[in-house]
């Protein structure tokens, strides 16, 4: 802070000298004699009133002072951020968890009701390709009453495919049960991926997870044990996602190494967010143009050079992928018994593929000892 102006100094300085004059000269003449010395003629009083005036010439903070405080508050705030980050994501983290816990019981619920669990992919032939060809109804369409989207299930056509014209509302109706707090993208897609397969292999009839091509899988089928099988993971939403309703990798991964997923390009999702052949007028818009759904192939409805690389080789559309998430460490797994769990991305490959697989009759300690 600045000096206050020279001429208000001399004047403060004058008015305590008159101050001082005026007490001693007073205390003299009722008390004290001329003999006593300089120091004992000033009463407590006037001293007390000098001193608080002489304190009064400071009002505030220097500005080195400021400074200080500033810097202490930034090193304070610099030292809490991590903290408060990593609190707000393990709120996403346990957001997660509940999110799967309900897709578990939903998954349960539909078992009690037809004696077993729901077909990953519903289609004629297999194996499934990952391009909008095809009936591909996912197994989360089947659980839908039993997630209280009742009203969702009863507006899907359940005669055509669920790329069909008839199901554009359908596909393009976001579910939040479905989407985990962490990821940034918001839309319909799923986070939460069904378990085909031990291994990166195409989703087909003979896959050895729970959740495949026109499986009707039972809980006697689970033969290496319920709390040792995974049924539901999670997975990062990427570009090419057809979306939660689409019985392709959309909606399937399986429990394999991992690869990674890499898009050729940065083209956004379909339509404002919605998956490729999805608009809310019943469009579609590949590069941005909006087309009657139609008026062209569904060949056509994705661009073909926007499907995933796996492992670092040109995709043939029949690779699925393993599960991912935007979690610190790990990836959140619903096991077959209802349990979720936490599955760091340390894990051992081998047990990892073993999770994946309902009876391929190795053994397997509990998630606890992982």
């Not at 004699?33 to 002489?54: G, Q, Y």
């Not at 709120?91 to 799967?100: F, K, M, P, V, Y």
């Not at 089928?221 to 099988?229: F, P």
């Not at 994705?302 to 991912?324: K, R, T």
């Amino acid at each position: 802070m600045s000096s206050p102006p020279k001429q208000a100094w001399h004047f403060d300085q004058r008015l305590r000298k008159l101050l001082m004059e005026h007490c001693f000269a007073k205390h003299l003449t009722e008390k004290h004699s001329v003999s006593e010395p300089n120091s004992r003629l000033v009463p407590h009083f006037c001293t007390v009133s000098v001193i608080r005036s002489a304190g009064s010439n400071r009002s505030g903070f220097t500005l080195v002072e400021l400074l200080v405080v500033i810097a202490i508050t930034g090193i304070f705030a610099g030292l809490l951020l991590p903290a408060i980050q990593q609190v707000r994501e393990s709120a996403r983290r346990a957001s997660c968890t509940s999110n799967l816990a309900q897709v578990g019981m939903a998954l349960n619920g539909y078992q009690l009701a037809f004696r077993h669990l729901p077909s990953g992919s519903v289609n004629d032939t297999g194996p499934i390709t990952n391009t909008p060809i095809g009936f591909h109804h996912g197994w989360i369409i089947a659980v839908l009453p039993f997630m209280d989207e009742h009203l969702t299930y009863k507006n899907v056509d359940l005669s055509s495919s669920i790329y069909a014209a008839s199901n554009v509302k359908i596909r393009a109706r976001s579910i939040g049960i479905l989407r985990c707090p962490s990821d940034p993208y918001r839309g319909p897609f799923s986070n939460y991926a069904g378990i085909h397969h031990g291994s990166e292999t195409p989703i087909d009839k003979d896959n050895s997870g729970i959740l495949f091509l026109n499986s009707r899988i039972r809980r006697d089928d689970i033969e290496d044990g319920s709390s040792y099988t995974t049924a539901v993971g999670e997975k990062k939403v990427e570009v090419s996602d057809l979306g939660w309703s689409s019985g392709t990798r959309a909606s399937l991964r399986n429990m394999g190494p991992t690869s990674k997923a890499l898009s050729k390009n940065s083209k956004t999702f379909g339509f404002r967010g919605f998956p490729p052949g999805v608009a809310p007028d019943g469009s579609f818009a590949p590069g941005g143009t909006q087309v009657k759904l139609d008026s062209r192939p569904p060949e056509t409805w994705i661009d073909l050079n926007e499907i995933p690389l796996i492992d670092g080789a040109p995709s043939p559309n029949l690779a699925v992928g393993q599960l991912s998430s935007h979690h610190n460490f790990g990836i959140n797994v619903l096991l077959a018994d209802g349990a979720v769990e936490f599955m760091s991305n340390n894990i051992d490959k081998t047990i990892r593929s073993h999770l994946g697989s309902r009876n391929d009759g190795n053994l397997i300690p509990p998630f606890s000892d992982l």
